[in-house]
């Protein structure tokens, strides 16, 4: 290309390269290897169409588009399109939210050691569904099986791929072709599309509505018993609460009345708290939520909750309760197409493990959870002087974190949070930047302030949250 100095005049679209001549410019061939010949040649059409675009309506004319081929520009400019593409798949982010389960953000991040094992099951071939000693096939949950049991007291307990699939599961293995009892105050829609009359239909039960929104009593489901009926249901109501003249059935009414007229009884409990004697109490931070063991204590036969939500492991929908319910559900070819991967009943073994080993406040969420504001104190302060450094406006004020996913509604984490100001920018183009940044950092816009909550770091996310505010292009301090 003619380097001189005058400006450049006449045709832009002379001086458009074709894709081959993209593809040739030696910048660009050092992406091939890492991007693949046929993707490189579609982001060099979309290169030459988009400033084949930017011609057509004015914005680029012969001096701007010499500008941009000038030295390594076609690579610099190529490399760009593969960050963008790049940018759009799952990768690690930041949460600085306040909201622990972030479903956004893909709620619990597992302990290390967890990850570790899940690392190993992914690259690895795995004892899975063999037994070692005697060569003989053998099922895949069975070491969790065991370990739920001693956990929560279920005696059999089965994953699936998430808590909806649970639900699922329960329904369509032990009512399908037949009916179902609800309570009105119980058919709610969870976030995410999760509606229980949607769930029993998909699942080809027969949903059979008893009580008011407000109150269902144990005599509400008897007189709706029927020589149809399969399944006795409760589903916690997640994220929606009724207040005031309210009264729901006891599970263990709903248990009893189950037994008494040979009909299964089954308990979605959603983010399902699981706590060990070696644990500190998570009660108080996330509000009545029932355990999982007290739940299966009044009789129920089923009681289903997410791995990923108060657990604090990977993504799963587990499954406790009697032998004879669990055995049911095994039987559901259902069952077959809703089962965990090796990957997942690994992270799930190795987080009861560590529950069970006493270390079940080591997980992130559990800490998370329990932090008080004592414990924020120096981190949010380290943040504040850093900030304040690079030339933000950093306020410390009392604020208010969730536990998140539906677990705990109205449950606020007290604690202190950085109200953070940048002369250069509103709130929303503050955290448009930070969403759009390496990595991406997730935070709250609250009034004329982004609001940073530094319950919801992870280890090693303070230095990498900083190294993003400090290159933010024009950030306040630069
Ligand atoms: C969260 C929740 C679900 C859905 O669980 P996933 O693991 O997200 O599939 C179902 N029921 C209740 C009561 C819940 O709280």
């Not at 006449?10 to 410019?25: A, F, M, T």
């Amino acid at each position: 290309m003619d380097s001189s100095s005058k400006p450049t005049q006449g045709n832009p679209y002379r001086l458009l390269p074709s894709v081959d001549e993209v593809l040739r410019d030696p910048g660009v061939m050092t992406l091939a290897p890492s991007v693949g010949r046929a993707m490189l040649r579609t982001f060099a059409q979309r290169l030459v169409e988009s400033w084949r675009e930017e011609i057509s309506v004015g914005s680029l004319d012969a001096q701007g588009l010499e500008n941009r081929l000038a030295g390594e520009g076609l690579g610099l400019a190529m490399g760009a399109l593969v960050d963008q593409d790049r940018a759009r798949g799952l990768r690690r982010a930041i949460n600085v939210s306040g909201v622990v389960l972030n479903t956004g953000l893909g709620r619990a991040p597992v302990h290390v050691e967890v990850a570790a094992r899940m690392e190993v099951a992914a690259r690895s071939f795995c004892v899975l569904e063999v037994d070692r000693l005697s060569g003989e096939r053998n099922r895949r949950d069975e070491r969790l099986s065991q370990l739920l049991g001693r956990l929560v007291g279920c005696e059999e307990g089965i994953a699936v791929n998430n808590n909806a699939g649970a639900a699922l599961l329960t329904m369509h293995a032990l009512a399908s072709g037949k009916e179902a009892i609800v309570s009105r105050g119980e058919l709610v829609e969870i976030g995410g599309s999760f509606r229980v009359p949607e769930v029993m239909t998909a699942a080809g039960v027969r949903m059979v509505e008893v009580g008011a929104t407000n109150r269902t009593r144990i005599a509400d489901y008897e007189n709706a018993l029927t020589a149809e009926t399969g399944l006795l249901m409760k589903v916690h109501p997640s994220n929606f609460r009724v207040v005031g003249f309210t009264s729901e059935v006891q599970p263990a009414e709903l248990a009893a009345l189950g037994k008494q007229h040979r009909v299964a009884s089954a308990w979605d409990l959603g983010s399902g708290l699981v706590e060990a004697n070696t644990m500190r109490p998570l009660g108080a931070s996330v509000g009545g939520e029932t355990e999982v063991a007290d739940a299966l204590a009044s009789g129920i036969d089923i009681v289903s909750f997410s791995g990923d939500k108060l657990l604090g492991g990977p993504q799963a929908g587990l499954i406790v309760g009697s032998a004879e319910a669990v055995a049911r559900l095994r039987q559901d070819p259902m069952y077959r197409a809703l089962r965990c991967d090796k990957v997942t009943l690994a992270g799930l073994e190795a987080t009861l493990e560590l529950i069970l080993a006493g270390r079940g406040d080591e997980l992130p969420t559990r800490r998370m959870l329990l932090a008080t504001g004592d414990d924020l104190e120096g981190v949010s302060n380290k943040l504040k002087d850093a900030l304040v450094d690079l030339g933000f406006q950093v306020q410390i004020v009392a604020g208010e974190s969730q536990p998140g996913s539906g677990s705990a509604p109205g449950i606020f984490l007290e604690g202190p949070i950085l109200r953070v100001t940048d002369p250069a920018r509103s709130p929303a183009g503050l955290a448009a930047a930070l969403r759009a940044s390496d990595p991406p950092v997730f935070a709250r816009v609250q009034g004329n302030a982004l609001l940073l909550d530094p319950r919801t770091l992870l280890q090693g996310d303070q230095e990498d949250l900083l190294k993003v505010f400090a290159s933010l292009p024009n950030s306040a301090g630069a």
